[in-house]
């Protein structure tokens, strides 16, 4: 079982609020990467990063922003939290291109 | 058109019976093929992957790949409840970011939701 944490597991928050989704892997993983799902649809990538000091967006267009600072974090921040912020957000590591390993998810919900 | 195709179903069966998941895909780059597990309200988890044409095998699990027709399938034989599940399948190939740096990029077909019956 892969070991990846993400906290919290779900979230209720106001519009306008600042967020920040916490992601920690203990695998040593040089990449890894945050994905969006929305309920019946595909996973869709969001950010990513292959190392420390590295973040690329992803294929989806996110207002979101990450950082790299150490190799077993990869947090996630929203500046101002809105209801389209809504939805589940997935986080993920892998040491080789055919393997990623998600955590549990974060559930978001912004009123 | 999208790079990954699955049938969402969702899709139910009795205990004990043959299920098979299929995807269809355009991307002739793709080289790896996952198959990855969703319960409901946790993250994919990780079935199985392969490389080249042809059949793997793991327990009641069989990943299945046709290069040619760009096809791929899971089959779970004499299926329980407890997979009752969102299968995904994912496929991956190297890509390059603006600086040069490559990376596995993986690209998820939409799940099918399985139920299994007792």
């Known amino acids: 079982e892969a070991d990846i944490y993400q906290t919290p597991r779900y979230l209720v928050i106001g519009t306008g609020k600042k967020i920040t989704l916490e992601c920690s892997q203990t695998?040593?993983?040089?990449?890894m990467y945050w994905y969006q799902q929305d309920p019946g649809m595909e996973l869709h990538l969001i950010h990513y990063?292959?190392?420390?000091?590295?973040?690329e967006k992803g294929d989806l267009s996110s207002e979101s922003t990450v950082s790299r600072i150490r190799t077993e974090h990869f947090p996630l921040t929203l500046e101002s939290a809105r209801p389209s912020h809504t939805s589940q957000y997935l986080c993920?590591?892998?040491?080789?291109?055919?393997?990623?390993?998600f955590g549990p998810g974060t559930r978001l919900l912004v009123l | 058109q999208k790079e990954v195709e699955q049938d969402p179903g969702p899709l139910s069966v009795p205990e004990g019976a043959i299920v098979s998941l299929n995807c269809t895909y355009s991307?002739?780059?793709?080289?790896?093929f996952m198959w990855y597990r969703q319960y409901s309200r946790k993250g994919p988890e990780l079935l199985m992957y392969?490389?080249?044409?042809g059949n793997k095998e793991d327990g009641r699990f069989t990943a299945q790949v046709d290069k040619s027709s760009k096809y791929i399938s899971l089959f779970i034989r004499d299926s329980q409840p407890s997979d009752s599940a969102t299968y995904l399948c994912?496929?991956?190939?190297?890509?390059?970011?603006?600086?040069?740096?490559?990376?596995?990029?993986?690209?998820f077909g939409q799940g099918t939701i399985l139920t299994v019956h007792p």
């Open positions: 993920a590591s892998s040491a080789h291109q055919e393997t990623q390993y």
């Open positions: 695998m040593g993983h040089d990449k």
């Open positions: 990063s292959y190392g420390v000091n590295s973040t």
């Open positions: 991307n002739s780059a793709f080289q790896y």
């Open positions: 392969t490389y080249s044409s």
């Open positions: 994912a496929m991956s190939l190297i890509a390059a970011n603006a600086g040069g740096t490559s990376y596995g990029k993986l690209t």
